[in-house]
């Protein structure tokens, strides 16, 4: 069997070469692994191996040949018994120096250059469900939101034993934060784990044991130092069931306080949703009040995919009315209002929330209704709750607490812009904290980050009332 | 995970230092003086004939994925196992494959061809078509067989270690008798997150085998350059992990060592670190001009520590014959040649493939 020696690319994009000299010659015996020929670019030069046993036969290019195209048969290899001249010559040899399109499979790669230019088909939307009814003459108990996020992990611990919990402080000590308080004593310590302070090896171990079938909540003593840790958040959690073909799932939950606590300085204050919600692969979650952390964190515990759930240090210990039902479970991706209005809307998540229904009841008394959308989930944005309170408001304002640039604000109104341009009477403005690094200073702190006076500012603004 | 750890509390080691330092020298060289007694593997000619048959596929198959990376056909990263191949077929041939997980780098072809999948779809997968294991959305560095418990195919140097100490936690958790076999190169050995999960895995006394297949390169730079301990079997001591030092060119040992660690693991001893010394004759990856090395250096490895070449020795002095090798070399030739020409003519996946996947449920 002859083997056609073919013109090697030397890296992905190489498209031609120099076939600079040949070190074999026809007749000469060749070995797996001898080097036959160097091939030159304007980058690199490369000897050119054998991969199978034989003898030279023909070189259909000669060296010193400039501009062979990758794929072009320079020379034949026959094997054991076969007579060089036997060897049918392709026709394709004798055009090395010309430029014809080889076959495909021929040193085209087919998965890249598509004439013409190609386009992603549509995009499937989402549709996201409606929170279920909450049956008629159901008792609600007041409940902190850190108790309802520990209520939540304790509900699902008992109804599925493959879910746990890991983490700095955890177990012995109950939580950095108090939020996994009891749960050692309940479920002991091979489902409630201590971990040593090694944020990146134990996201990585906590996404290895979804990947190996269990269902990890891994806590960040708070989200900064989750920093070290993205690499597996991103890299190796959201990645890997599109990377596998579907195969291979990581129903693994990240979760801890996010955000700026109180005088923490810069490094123990920042809000990690934009990050997060710009990776496909992930579901971003950060919930406002007690219900929703309730019904949402067991959502993402049961969710087959990871998910990154945003808590709130200064919102754990606001209590809240929680449905004293069975199952408390809300649908990931999709917003809530808060509080219905005519006039304009103000979306927010988070602590945001507070702030902006804070701002609304101000605005009520000087004649502005405003609805107020607590979005929950970042990822997958409900982009339709927005966009038809905006059909219905003309107005809108974002208000967070985070950085300006590259926001989930940014976001939406640049969600806005493509799908609701018609509906706009003003344009979309957005409340957050200063662009700066959080100073620890009261008064600057006060100065940096969102605040009720400056949400009500900017709705008035768009409501030209001013 | 809080049990009782194997070693001896604090204030033990106070009280009888010399008999905690004992023990601790007992658990971290016993597994490496076993290993020593008697390091090749007492292998049945069957089980040395189908070792035989293992590296060539991947040598072979590897070779192919070279030449079909020349012609363009596979794109991107193609990280090459050619000389490594003992190492694979040494230690996943004593897995158990119904209890035990693997997890591997982007280096990951020879790990799926060890198992035995279809090597159809795995170079389909390197071709990024449909037919491809991850339906050519994972390409040469992201394969995986859950089915073969294989989790990947992993592009992050050393994310994989992690990652294999959760499934080995896993295991644990789930008490199914499994271990994790967790390989990783000896440029990854320098990654911290090595030496966090070392330290998770051996307080939580996880069922784990880590490997460094130490091919002494990491790309470019060879392993003085980088490594201030280059005995990297000694690098799990801190952690009270015991190391093994193996000849990663010579299936029978590797073997060997499987056999030592697997069963040190599997009687609940902890993990174990297995450096197989071993070297790629390729470049790092396709793209690699192998400018840091010399040419007779390669050549005197493939001509000397040839690990399909030392099998074939060992099995011509045992009354193979030539003829019997060239059979077996020639009917992989064609088996490689079919997975060529299935990944030639595959169909590219759909254009619809490029939103499925990205969540499994719909939110
Ligand atoms: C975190 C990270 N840094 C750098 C790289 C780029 N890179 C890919 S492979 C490699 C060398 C790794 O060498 P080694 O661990 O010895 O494995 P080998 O390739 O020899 O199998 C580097 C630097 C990467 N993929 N990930
Ligand atoms: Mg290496």
Redesign the interface.
Known sequence: MAVEL?M?????TMEEGTLAKWLKQEGDLVQ??DIIAEIETDK???EFEA?DEGTLGKILVEEGTENVA??TVIAMLVGEGEEADDVPTPAAAAQANSTSDPAP????????DEPGG?S??E??Q????SDPTIPEGTSFTSTSVREALRDGMAEEMRRDDRV?VMGEEV?EYQGAYKVTQGLLDEFG??RV????I?E???????????????R?IVEFMTFNFAMQAI??II??AAK??????????CPVVFRGPNGAASRVGAQHSQNYGPWYASV??L?VIAPYDAADAKGLMKAAIR???PVVFLENELVYGRSFDVPDLDDHVL????ARIMREGSDVTIVSYSIGVGLSLEAADELAGQGIDAEVIDLR?LR?LDTQTILDSLAKTNRLVIAEEGWPVCSIASEVIAVCMEQGFDHLDAPVLRVCNEDVPLPYAANLEKLALIDTPRIVEAVKKVCYKD | ???SPKKPAKSKKASSAKSAQSDAEFVLHSLQDAHEKSPRYDASEEEMMQFYEQMLLIRRFE??A??L?????I??FCHLYIGQEAVAIGLQSALDNDRD?V?TGYRDHGHMLAYGIDPNVIMAEL??RQA????????SM?M???EHKF??????VG?Q???????????K??DDGGL?LAYFGDGAANQ??VY??F??AS?WQLPIVFVIENNGYAMGTAVKRSSAETEFHRRGTAFRIPGMDVNGMDVLEVRNAAEIAFKHVRENGGPVLIECNTYR?RGHS??D?AKYRSREEVQEK?DHHDPIEGLKKTLIDGGKSEADLKAIDKAIRARVAEAADFS??SP?PE??E??????????
Request: with cysteine; hydrophobic share 30%; net charge neutral.
């Open positions: 073919k090697p690319a030397l890296s992905p797996p692994g690199a030069t490369m991969i990758v794929g499979g021929e040193g085209k790669d087919v998965g890249r190609i992603a088909p995009k499937p989402s549709q996201p469900k746990f177990a310590p091979k784990i201590d971990t040593p090694t990146y090896g134990f996201a990585g171990i906590g996404t290895g044991a979804a990947m190996g079938g269990l990890p690499d597996h890299n190796s890997t069931n599109y990377m596998s073909g579907g195969q291979m799932r496909p692969g579901v969710s087959e995919d649908p990931i991706g999709k989930t997958p | 995970m809080a049990q070779e192919k070279g030449q990376y020349g012609l363009g056909l794109g991107g997980s997890i071709t990024g491809g294991i991850s339906k050519g959305k994972g390409g992201h995986f067989s859950t989790y990947g195919g992993h592009g992050i994310a270690v992690s990652l294999g100490g959760g499934l080995a936690l896993a295991h958790y789930k994790c911290g997150q966090e999960t330290n998770m307080l004759y396709m793209s001009p493939r030639e003519s590219e254009p619809q490029l939103y499925t996947d990205v969540l499994v449920e719909n939110y």
